[in-house]
T-cell receptor, first 115, second 115 residues
Framework: KQEVTQIPAALSVPEGENLVLNCSFT??????LQWFRQDPGKGLTSLLL?????REQTSGRLNASLDKSSGRSTLYIAASQPGDSATYLC??????????????FGQGTTLQVKP | DVKVTQSSRYLVKRTGEKVFLECVQD?????MFWYRQDPGLGLRLIYF???????EKGDIPEGYSVSREKKERFSLILESASTNQTSMYLC??????????????FGDGTRLSIL
């Protein structure tokens, strides 16, 4: 059974810092991997999706990498801002789920960016 | 723009009641999902559907059922509500395009309290 771990569980940084959030998963046979952001009391917002054949994806100040064989993904946030404060969730998609898109979620990293 | 709408943001029901949570997406997505989110347990998949009238159990289907009579609507049913079903419920949908799943998009969630 796929298990997803995100480290650290919480992170507090001053504004302007570059930071890295880590995600590891036990079963490397994944279909894709998605990173989400969740604001308190809200639903999830999709940030980036990496297909299993890709190594990384970029959107603005965000860059996500995927090392499928070692079961790792990282989310890099450049020049962090207070508005980046949220919980970030990693979710690999199960292999064999190509027709269903089923994801397994980590517990998330709660980020606070201080002005 | 992608839109997943959950019928209620907050809902209070009594033990033993039959509870319906509704989710509608306007993007013609094939896949739809119901999750619950609890502190310390993260997001857990209850049920998902990859086509009209199709449904599959997720990780925690006990005490729940679902209905998908139309492509855009996916309903979660608590057959006889119990206090341990107090939780945040999140609906999501995704497009299945050429066998490659696209990002999951989430609604804002329904915070359900069972008294």
């Amino acid at each position: 059974k796929q298990e997803v771990t995100q480290i650290p569980a919480a992170l507090s940084v001053p504004e302007g810092e570059n930071l890295v959030l880590n995600c590891s998963f036990t079963d490397s046979a994944i279909y894709n991997l998605q990173w989400f952001r969740q604001d308190p009391g809200k639903g999830l917002t999709s940030l980036l999706l990496i297909q299993s054949s890709q190594r990384e994806q970029t959107s603005g100040r965000l860059n996500a990498s995927l090392d499928k064989s070692s079961g790792r993904s990282t989310l890099y946030i450049a020049a962090s801002q207070p508005g980046d404060s949220a919980t970030y969730l990693c979710a690999p998609g199960e292999d064999g789920s190509g027709n269903t898109g089923k994801l397994i979620f980590g517990q998330g990293t709660t980020l606070q960016v201080k002005p | 723009d992608v839109k997943v709408t959950q019928s209620s943001r907050y809902l209070v029901k009594r033990t033993g009641e039959k509870v319906f949570l509704e989710c509608v997406q306007d993007m013609d997505h094939e896949n739809m999902f119901w999750y619950r989110q609890d502190p310390g347990l993260g997001l857990r998949l209850i049920y998902f559907s990859y086509d009209v009238k199709m449904k599959e159990k997720g990780d925690i289907p006990e005490g729940y059922s679902v209905s998908r009579e139309k492509k855009e609507r996916f309903s979660l049913i608590l057959e006889s509500a119990s206090t341990n079903q107090t939780s945040m419920y999140l609906c999501a949908s995704s497009l299945r395009y050429g066998g490659s799943n696209q990002p999951q998009h989430f609604g804002d969630g329904t915070r359900l309290s069972i008294l």
